[in-house]
């Protein structure tokens, strides 16, 4: 399992300096290795999704989704919700750009809305 994104990577598209972004890396990985691996995808391509996809979960962990508003007077700060539209990879603009990346449609399943899950009452 080649790990592909490094900090470095994640610290440029995130805007951020000397930050250690392992487990949003290993999470990415994971999903590259598990699900694209193989697909024909070419390993300059699959690097690029995984930085991407490592940024989003970064952004996940650190803003709760991406901040949208900011404000410097009364210190206040406005998190996207999380809407049924926008759930998934699709929450993050970095999370898009991996499935923008992904020509096999797979990250594009994964992250949109309307994610389906079956309960059984035993």
């Not at 399992?1 to 610290?11: E, F, G, K, L, Y």
């Not at 809407?83 to 603009?93: H, I, M, V």
């Amino acid at each position: 399992m080649a790990i592909r994104a490094t900090d470095a990577d994640v610290n440029y598209q995130m805007n951020t300096t000397s930050i250690v972004y392992t487990l949003s890396i290993a999470t990415a990985n994971l999903i590259v290795e598990e699900d694209l691996v193989g697909s024909g995808l070419s390993e300059a391509r699959l690097t690029q999704i995984e930085i991407f996809l490592a940024a989003h979960f970064a952004t996940l962990a650190k803003e709760g989704g991406g901040i949208v508003r900011t404000s410097a007077g009364e210190s206040a700060e406005t998190y996207r919700t999380v809407k049924e539209a926008y759930q998934g990879l699709t929450s993050t603009r970095f999370g898009q750009q991996a499935i923008a990346l992904d020509t096999t449609g797979t990250l594009v399943s994964q992250g949109s809305g309307g994610m389906k899950a079956e309960f059984r009452v035993v």
